[in-house]
């Protein structure tokens, strides 16, 4: 397994495409893919050898990847890059990993747990996992919503009010 520090998700390996080891990247985080690069995939470390489609349907080869059979082989895998390699980030951007396992709150009323980052058609939503359980609650990540993040501390500030939670 990739050690979250060094290491960001940027996709994962889909169906093969073609006979020549190429396959479609699912759930594709393009900042973080070009050709040439190295990924991490399971426990081996390729350089891509060939990056084509577009940002939202990419499709890759990577060294030693050959065949269709190959890539059949790294289906359902996932692909990482080193953090060293990601494009610097604007101010009020994050890696979906950093996000992941953040304390939510709304001041210092207990709300949750970011389990995840989703991708919505409108903008970045969080899920979090309510600490009184029931369904999670989605936060979209705008400055209405989301008040602050402070990923030193693992906090994450809301306003349940403007979420219709209050």
């Known amino acids: 397994m990739a050690e979250p520090d ?20 699912a759930l594709p985080v393009p900042a973080l893919l070009e050709a040439g690069m190295a990924v991490r995939v399971g426990e081996r470390t390729l350089r891509v050898e060939r990056l084509a489609g577009h940002a939202r349907g990419p499709i890759m080869r990577l060294q030693r990847c050959a065949e269709r059979a190959d890539a059949e082989a790294l289906r359902g895998q996932e692909i990482f890059v080193q953090r060293e390699s990601a494009p610097e980030l604007e101010e009020d951007e994050w890696w979906a990993e950093d996000l992941e396992g953040c304390a939510v709150r709304d001041g210092d009323e207990e709300v949750g747990v970011v389990c995840k980052l989703l991708e919505l058609p409108s903008c ?15 936060v979209p990540l705008i400055s209405d919503a989301v008040r602050d993040v402070d990923l030193a501390r693992g906090v994450i500030d809301i306003d349940l009010r403007f979420l219709g939670e209050r």
């Open 124 to 138: 970045e939503v969080l899920e979090v996992q309510r600490a009184a359980g029931g369904r999670a609650l989605l």
């Open 6 to 25: 060094r290491w960001l998700r940027a996709g994962i390996v889909g169906r093969p495409h073609g006979l020549d080891g190429s396959f479609h990247v």
